[in-house]
């Protein structure tokens, strides 16, 4: 079964068991965004000028969330920083994660329950393919024993994973986590990524970093604002 970056990402990102996903929201909502940038530059729309980020021709096979991107990229007056488009595009990627449950559960990977809670609706979303789901977690374990062979999109992936922090979503035993994280931090993306996208996932994994940050410090900075409020 084809997943595109995107979709692994979120599916990897999902509790194997539970509704919720393995990472926080800020995480989960830049390392998507992330990826549909990767995809981007997989399908030669988007490439890399002295650091910036240039539209060089508009493919014929963009999917609907790629072609937002893309249009909101084209939109501005001028050439911007990946780091600078993760932010502008991370707040907005809800939508993009809800047209990929969709996609997940049309291939059988996700079941969506909806209901409703004193009349306003919501959804639970479940892995429901556990088999795929084990094969999918012990594949990339198998690429950390053998990183001079790793597949240009996994190699992407695991870029994705270190960036975010998700290690919870290939283990839950903490010494393998350790150990997997380790085996990532040695990993030289440069020299294991072909041409531009190498700089692209060192970009993106610092803007993640910050992203993450920001996000944090927002939520503490209003939480704190809220108390001295109530005093």
């Known amino acids: 079964m084809e997943l595109t970056l995107a979709e692994q990402f979120i599916f990897l990102a999902q509790h194997r068991t539970k509704y919720y996903s393995v990472i926080g929201s800020a995480q989960r909502s ?22 910036h980020l240039v539209s060089r021709k508009t493919s014929l096979d963009l999917d609907q969330m790629e072609a937002l991107v893309l249009e909101r990229i084209n939109a501005s007056k001028k050439k911007r920083k990946i780091k600078h488009w993760i932010h502008r595009l991370y707040p907005k990627s809800e939508p993009w994660r809800k047209i990929i449950h969709h996609r997940l559960e049309k291939k059988g990977l996700f079941s969506i329950e909806r209901r409703k809670f004193l009349f306003i609706p919501y959804t639970r979303v479940y892995i429901t393919n556990l088999p795929f789901h084990a094969a999918f977690v012990n594949r990339i374990k198998e690429a950390l024993e053998k990183p001079q062979e790793i597949p240009v999109e996994t190699r992407q992936l695991l870029a994705l994973i270190k960036a975010t922090d998700m290690y919870k979503a290939l283990s839950e035993d903490k010494k393998e986590r350790k150990q997997m994280r380790k085996q990532l931090n040695a990993l030289e993306f440069n020299h294991l990524v072909e041409g531009g996208v190498a700089s692209t996932i060192r970009e993106i994994e610092v803007a993640v970093v910050v992203s993450i940050m920001a996000s944090t410090s927002a939520v503490m900075a ?10």
């Open 30 to 51: 830049v390392g998507l965004t992330g990826a549909l940038l990767l995809q981007l530059f997989k399908k030669e729309s988007l490439t890399l000028e002295d650091a």
């Open 222 to 231: 209003s939480t704190a604002a809220s108390g001295a409020s109530s005093n």
